[in-house]
């Protein structure tokens, strides 16, 4: 089944102390992307890669990293959270060629206390 | 960067009327107009798109439009039923591997 999973779907941790979200698509996508959703802010953009190696800042980058070592796989790691990255996190995929529809993943609901 | 704005940010409509979500977009270069929609703890997916080279598209109940003069598209929903209740996302895209930029959300009640 084509998919892209994110891990974990929920998590609650304390300040400062790093942590990884993964995700992994199955489909063969060139294009992945990071989301954070908030009330009232929509989906907002946090980092998205076009292919392997290849990464690049979104709307709001500060406080998270990724990488793109496989073409599979897109980490997001916040190295020292803090409260005001508490959000619902979207990973997304995208064949990269012009069809632009965007598969997103089921989520991953982070609270930082 | 792009903008896109998108109003209204809540709409309640009864079953059976119609419903219209607006947004407008910033960047001349965006060529990709996709509308996603959120069911409650669910994710996004794509219900309908448009490209810049398109004024109009239907899918049975639903409709996007686009003034690409005005840069301003619209999602029409017809005969809404209750499980069309969800929020829903606007977006434009550059393509290219650009990024998407979204609209903060409509969340849309349909009231049996």
């Known amino acids: 089944e084509a998919q892209v999973t994110q891990n974990p779907r929920y998590l609650i941790t304390v300040t400062g102390k790093k942590l990884t979200v993964t995700c992994s698509q199955n489909m063969n996508h060139e294009y992945m992307s990071w989301y954070r959703q908030d009330p009232g802010l929509g989906l907002r953009q946090i980092y998205y890669s076009m292919n392997v190696e290849v990464t690049d800042k979104g709307d709001v980058p500060e406080g998270y990293k990724v990488s793109r070592k496989e073409k599979r796989n897109f980490p997001l790691i916040l190295e020292s959270p803090s409260p005001n990255q508490t959000s619902l996190y979207f990973c997304a995929s995208s064949p990269g060629d012009f069809t632009g529809e965007l598969f997103f993943g089921e989520g991953s609901r982070l609270t930082v206390l | 960067g792009e903008n896109v704005e998108q109003h209204p940010s809540t709409l309640s409509v009864q079953e059976g009327d119609s419903a219209v979500i607006k947004c407008t977009y910033s960047?001349?270069?965006?060529?990709?107009f996709p509308w996603y929609k959120q069911e409650l703890g669910k994710r996004p997916q794509l219900i309908i798109d448009?490209?810049?080279?398109?004024g109009e598209k239907k899918d049975q109940r639903i409709a996007v439009t686009l003034n690409k003069t005005a840069k301003h598209f619209s999602l029409h929903i017809t005969e809404t039923q209750p499980e069309d209740s969800a929020v829903y996302f606007c977006a434009a895209d550059k393509g290219g591997y650009q990024k998407v930029t979204f609209g903060i959300g409509t969340k849309l009640q349909v009231i049996p």
């Open positions: 960047d001349s270069a965006s060529n990709y």
């Open positions: 448009i490209r810049s080279n398109v």
